[in-house]
């Protein structure tokens, strides 16, 4: 019967989450039924939901209402009767949630996600969208991790908790690290669950409830393991453990009254050292181009979560290091205004020698095993023996890219590729995006 008073009031369908799998948000009035549905083969993910009032916006708000009224019942009723279901109805009701605010009208705002092996949303985009309650329970529905990092982005008023565990499974042989615990104050790592606290940090306000934050976790063979924040290159924790687990899965959760948003986007951390010729065979509006290509890289959004640190090299007739790697955080205002300042130099082309102080100074993250990448900014005319170089830095593991700058008849397209030895990494100033996005997929695919 309840359900023939469907949705009369305001639904609300927005999507909140830009690229990756949508989050739905639902909002309807008391006395009516909330019914959540997904398509065929899908199954329902509840991420949140409040039952009371905490806006005058909605359901005929009358003076007298309170706007700080929720049911603390109100994501575990939801979740009992939709979580894992294909399709659900929910009572906007007391009888349902309680009353946790006697003489207001209440709604009840649900949002939620369709998830499952149909899901071609989440097949399509490299991230997926998971939720957490206040329960402390673990959620070991992640892929087996490949490399040697865990990145992900989570939305939370505390206690953040990641496990990397031999086994996708709660067991007492694991690390536990916890971010933003004790109220958001601080953050440590562990060995067992709950267990003993082997590097503590202070950490105020690390993670928030309005925003993702992202995280990255590296560890190494010789047992060390780092906690960072993304596009940071130094990690806020670090402990190296003398008898390390093996890390294959990685589990989360929150708790401590706090739930929270997930993304797990494809995990990358990777240096990429951007080398620009600012010899006299580039013209000035070249140059700008170069730069402009620069500052698109660095803020495009495949790049963006994962753990990648940027530097720049300039060279002429020599090399030098205009920034290290790890010195700003990617395309903070720091690096945005450093590239935007680069001056134009002039001088000869020496593309070899800059190919080979890139390959032995750049400050690559080593201990762990991060990937490699350089791209190299030229025409492709040089006087030395590039070729020879980018055949060294590659073999020593630095993939390379090109991007095409220069008098555009003059450009040595044959020349560019020889330095990358791929004819699908040599790109041309318009191509920011793409070569960032082609380098994310070769360094982490
Ligand atoms: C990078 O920063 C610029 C300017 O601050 C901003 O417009 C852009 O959206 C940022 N990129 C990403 C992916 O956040």
Known sequence: MLG????????????????SAQVELLRVCEYQTMSISCP???????????????????CNFAAGYSTDCRSTSSLAAVRTRCQGQPSCSVPVSNSVFGDPCDGTFKYLEVEFT???????????????????????????????????????QVQANNDVHVALSPQAQHQSAMYEIVIGGWANTQSVIRRTPQ??????????????????????????????????RGGEAQPFMQWTDPDPLLIQYAGYTTGWGSSGLWRFCEACSADIVLTLDLSWSIPQNQFQLARDFMLEFIGCAALQGHGIRVGVILFNCSPWTYFDLGKYPLNSSGMQGAIHYMMY???????????????????????VRVPRAAVVFTDGQASDNYAYEAGEARAAGIDLY?????FPPLIDQAGLQ????????????TQACMAAQKIVDDLCG
């Open 4 to 19: 023939k008073l469907l949705l009369t009031a305001a639904v609300v369908l927005a999507a909140i989450h830009g690229s």
């Open 40 to 58: 065929a083969g899908q199954q329902i993910d509840i991420v949140s939901a409040l039952y009371g009032r905490t806006s005058a916006q909605f």
């Open 114 to 152: 369709c998830t499952g092996e149909e899901d071609v949303r989440d097949a399509t985009n490299a991230c997926k969208d998971r939720s957490t309650d206040t329960q402390y329970r673990y959620r070991w529905d992640l892929p087996k991790l490949t490399g040697n990092s865990f990145t992900f």
């Open 195 to 228: 267990g003993k606290h082997h590097a503590t940090t202070s950490t105020r306000r690390v993670v928030s409830p309005t925003e993702y934050r992202a995280f990255w976790i590296t560890w190494s063979s010789d047992g060390t393991i780092g906690v960072g």
């Open 345 to 367: 130099e002039g001088g000869e082309t020496r593309t070899g020698v800059a190919i080979r102080y890139m390959k032995d100074t750049s400050k690559f993250r080593d201990g």
């Open 402 to 406: 090109a991007v095409g700058v220069g």
């Open 418 to 429: 020889m330095i990358t030895d791929h004819s699908d990494r040599v790109f041309d100033t």
